[in-house]
């Protein structure tokens, strides 16, 4: 099958190091992976290209790249599924993350934000003589966060961290979440009070990319998701994220519909005036274009408002 490979190349070491795209032409068999025709690249058309790769059987990790516009692991990335007919594979180094030279990426930044959520055991004290041991069914709930291969692809696809920097990550949460959930485990409020700050498990915006490229189903943006909820029943201090969760469910509980004015004044509150007032050229640019539901001050609850109040009750009365 004819294949171009366009990838994303830069060299630091050129006197304008700017990246730029590069074709290459190959015959590839459906049954290739992305990485292969890099590799067969490499070999036998362009020896320069660097590319960081490994096991080849998406266990180390290594080969994370974006591939027609999401990261994925390229040994795993069959040709077939993203080029059924032949044609173009678009391949870039990962986002989010500083280039080193063509596919390769570096990491630093990503272990040092894991590395911010402690990824250790802190057990009591003091230490048993021999290991930890806990029952399997109190490990088994833990089964799919374990399977992270840290390959820091939903890092590169994470939409706050274009805009942030500062952010944790997706990567680092989960990790967070396998030692706050484990019972081995003693400093769960210690953890849920660091990641209740600023840049921490709040900063998520749920946009699920992070589930969609992970190549392990890990599942990030879900044990973000358990942190918070974890947070919220350990009462940790209200951030605006926790105080956006609550109005939310009761504005939906007493109305059945989301008053977003109603919404963004009792999640900011008087003490974030000043936040809510940073959003009017926003809110009245939205209102122009139609992005604004209003109906009116008396935001009125709907005709069947019984029906989910009765939902809200069903859960409550199960939990």
Partial sequence: MQTTLRVRRYNPDNPEPKPFFEDYHLELDPSDSVLDGLIKVRETLDDSLALRCSCRGAIC?????RINGHAALACKTKVVSV????????VEPMNNMPVIKDLVTDMGPFWEKIRQVQPWLRPAEPA???????????MRHLEGVMSCIMCGVCVSDCTVLEVDKRFIGPAALAKAYRFVAD????????????LNQPTGMWDCTRCMECIQVCPK???????????RSMAMAEKMPDTCGSRHAEVFTDIIKHKGILDEPMLAIRTFGLKHIGRLLDMLPMVIQSLFKGKVPWSGPL????????????LFKRVRTKS
């Fill in 217 to 227: 189903g890990v599942g990030p943006m879900d044990r973000i998701m358990a942190l």
């Fill in 183 to 194: 019972p081995r485990d003693i400093a769960t409020s210690i953890r849920l009070e660091t």
């Fill in 83 to 90: 080029a059924p007919l032949g044609g173009t594979i678009e």
């Fill in 128 to 138: 048993p003589v021999t290991e930890f041991v806990a029952p399997p069914e109190s």
């Fill in 61 to 65: 990790g290594s080969c994370g790249m």
């Fill in 299 to 310: 935001h009125r609850p709907i005709s069947s408002i019984q029906h989910i109040q009765r």
